[in-house]
């Protein structure tokens, strides 16, 4: 059978490859290191599990939920303004099955054949099969080091801008490791004023970052609420990624198309999901600090041990990855990859998998203690790389 044109637009899975040459290794014996798939390694809070069990246990929590629980929906904007400082409305706020689902669906929402969406190059795949699956056209921007991997909009070209309908921005930033500062934020709004864009915020990290202030949301800046739209997920802040719990919150126009095109794909998040995603936003937040150190800890130590054996000092100033250079100036990102995990058995990602400007660098999860990143660091060390 002749399958649609549209599996065309994607290329292979970079994680089965790394996966196959892992299963290779393990039947060897070998130590494996798996620091490639941001999969936390922390639990959740018992009090999210329980609101899920407790739902579980109620038969009528079994049917098509069709919509969200105006609790939920309530939850969310108690949430915004109890961490965000940010004032949001009901109809200001939707349930996606994850950010992966609902940022994979906007695009059919918003876009046309030809139209075209400015994405950051590196950055999370996702961002790009949205906008192809909706008929759009990725143009990248950079995230490069000369701007410490944050949005130049300076540099966007302002004929593509103009003709763009969507600038995806995120941060902090998977793979990169950058955070948004206030100055950022207002250039970014400025510039989609200026060319009249939506933007799709991506907040999966405000709650992992370094060294500095707790992260926000892009809608507390000044004019957000008027361009701009975010995904909210649950997935790394509560450790609850299996359970697929994200919002997109903003303009209530932008909402509403993406409830009209997902109420014909989908009847409703389950509802012992959304009790566990009500007692996730208003329970208490003292885990998610915790963990924030806890990161930053795993973040020290694999910077410490690259550095301590020649590599460049990695960008890391949040999220839960560190975005390394290939030292020697290396630029075929999956081939050393292949190298590291075959020499060192040290899984990481290719930076080439989030675009063509992560040729050169590799992408470290932060799934392990400290101990065991130092492990890492020192097969690495005695593999000679
Ligand atoms: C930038 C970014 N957005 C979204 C996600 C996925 O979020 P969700 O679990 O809500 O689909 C990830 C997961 O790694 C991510 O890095």
Redo the contacts with the bound molecule.
């Keep these: 059978m002749e399958f649609s044109k549209r599996l065309d637009l994607f290329g292979d899975e970079v994680f089965s490859s790394l996966n196959a040459k892992r299963l290779e290794l393990e039947r060897q014996g070998r130590t494996i290191y798996d620091l490639s798939v941001?999969t936390p390694d922390f639990e959740p809070p018992a009090h999210i599990v329980d609101a899920l069990v407790d739902s579980a246990h109620t038969p009528a929590d079994w049917k098509y939920s069709l919509h969200d629980l105006p609790e939920m929906l309530q939850a969310v904007c108690d949430y915004y303004a109890r961490r965000y400082g940010v004032t949001l409305t009901p109809d200001m706020v939707t349930s996606?099955?994850?950010?992966?689902?609902?940022?994979g669906h906007l695009g059919m929402a918003l876009l046309d054949e030809g139209d075209t969406v400015l994405i950051p190059d590196p950055?999370?795949p996702?961002f790009r099969t949205g906008c192809v699956l909706g008929g759009g056209t990725p143009v990248y921007y950079p995230l490069s080091a000369e701007h410490d991997f944050l949005p130049y909009v300076a540099g966007i070209d302002p004929e593509a801008a103009d003709r763009a309908k969507a600038i995806v921005v995120?941060l902090p930033?998977?793979?990169v490791g950058s955070v948004g500062t206030p100055e950022v934020y207002a250039e970014i709004i400025d510039f989609a004023r200026e060319h009249d864009l939506l933007v799709v915020h991506?907040n999966?990290?405000s709650d992992i970052i370094f060294d500095g202030p707790a992260g926000g949301s892009f809608l507390s800046y000044p004019g957000a609420q008027d361009v701009g739209v975010e995904?909210f997920?649950?997935?790394?802040s509560f450790n609850v990624?299996g359970a697929?719990?994200?919002f997109l919150v903003g303009r209530p126009d932008v909402i509403a198309a993406l409830d009209k095109l997902r109420s014909q794909i989908d009847f409703g998040m389950f509802y012992p999901v959304q009790r566990a995603a009500i007692a996730a936003l208003t329970g208490p937040l003292d885990s998610v600090e915790r963990q924030r150190l806890l990161y930053q800890e795993r973040r020290d130590a694999l910077c410490d041990g690259l550095e301590s054996i020649g590599w460049d000092r990695p960008n890391a100033h949040g999220?839960?990855?560190v975005w390394a250079r290939i030292p020697n100036g290396r630029m075929d990102s999956m081939a050393f990859c292949m190298e590291l995990m075959d020499r060192a058995g040290v899984i990481v990602t290719p930076g080439s998998s989030f675009g063509p400007a992560g040729e050169g660098y590799v992408r470290f999860a932060l799934v392990m203690p400290p101990e065991k990143i130092r492990d890492a660091v020192d097969a690495i060390a005695a593999a000679g790389i």
């Design positions: 941001g996606v099955g994850g950010t992966q689902e609902g940022m950055c999370y996702v995120s930033a998977n793979p991506d999966a990290y995904f997920s649950l997935s790394k990624t697929r719990i994200s999220t839960l990855f």
